[in-house]
């Protein structure tokens, strides 16, 4: 039997961690450069120095003490948040846990009142894609740009979330 997938909160050493391994991921994937891992940190140090327990959170998937996933929730207003650098271990995709990830990230979002949780992602991921659009999200504009060593074509999304789902 399968060890079981848990969901626990932001740890020290998880920062580091994400962005190391986004780093890798995105490099051997998709061909992107160190200054997408240098954005994840970025992206990641923020949310630490500035974390509203309130309003956000994060979770660190794992099984058996191993990182498998993450997905951070972000306080933009007391109107929007959004939903920043989810991604899964090549190992533990295609069981649900990028849907689940996202799924904890609406359902937060829900329960502390915000009206809409957005994000940003590019076109060529095409599997977080895909979860965005079964979990209500609305592909709001486009645009093209040259990231991470690559051209690319960033988009927005938001989810409506007084919309019943």
């Not at 060890?3 to 909160?9: C, D, M, Y």
């Not at 993450?70 to 989810?86: G, I, P």
């Not at 689940?100 to 957005?118: D, H, N, S, V």
């Not at 999200?137 to 919309?163: C, I, K, P, T």
Request: hydrophobic share 45%; with cysteine; glycine share 10%.
């Amino acid at each position: 039997m399968t060890p079981h997938i848990v969901l626990r909160g932001l740890r020290v050493g998880d920062i580091g961690w994400v962005a190391h391994r986004q780093g890798i991921l995105y490099a051997q994937e998709y061909g992107w450069d160190g200054t997408f891992e240098a954005l994840v940190a970025e992206i990641a140090a923020q949310f630490v120095k500035n974390f509203e327990a309130e309003w956000e959170n994060a979770w660190i998937a794992e099984r058996d003490g191993q990182v498998l996933g993450s997905v951070f929730l972000v306080k933009v207003s007391e109107q929007e948040a959004k939903l920043r650098l989810l991604y899964v271990e090549p190992e533990a995709r295609g069981v649900g846990l990028g849907r689940r990830l996202t799924q904890e990230c609406i359902a937060f979002a829900q329960a502390k009142g915000y009206p809409k949780l957005t994000l940003w992602t590019n076109d060529i991921l095409h599997a977080a894609r895909r979860i965005y659009q079964e979990a209500g999200f609305v592909l709001v504009s486009e645009e093209q740009h040259h990231s991470f060593g690559v051209d690319l074509v960033g988009q927005y999304w938001s989810l409506d979330l007084r919309a019943s789902h």
